[in-house]
Nanobody, 120 residues
């Protein structure tokens, strides 16, 4: 069983930056792809970015729009999402997920989420 714990969310003003972290335990971190998703109030959860075990990355073309960067540190069992120039539209609960299949999923494990709120 893989456990994922996100952190780094908070309340910031538009234009600020945040770095989300997700620490994995209970599995072989380097063997699976990691992803970030977000769910805005009243909307469905959507894909933001993913990174495979070699460091290959995939981004949703709309979420983040070039402002977000995903990275991983296999030695620390951690995946990051660097978010720059945040906008109120980025307000959401951000979830990390792990997939044994790759960056396209399916996603086998999920974290509990971390809230990001961006004020205008």
């Amino acid at each position: 069983q893989v456990r994922l714990v996100e952190s780094g969310g908070g309340l910031v003003q538009a234009g600020a930056s945040l770095r989300l972290s997700c620490v994995a335990s209970g599995g072989t971190f380097s063997s699976y792809a990691m992803g970030w998703f977000r769910q805005a109030p009243g909307k469905e959860r959507v894909f933001v970015a993913a990174i495979d075990f070699t460091g290959g990355v995939v981004y949703d073309r709309d979420s983040g729009k070039g402002r977000f960067t995903i990275a991983r540190d296999n030695a620390k069992n951690t995946v990051f999402l660097q978010m720059n120039r945040l906008e109120p539209e980025d307000t959401a609960v951000y979830y990390c997920a792990a997939s044994f299949a790759g960056t396209k999923g399916p996603w086998d494990y999920w974290g509990q989420g971390t809230q990001v709120t961006v004020s205008s």
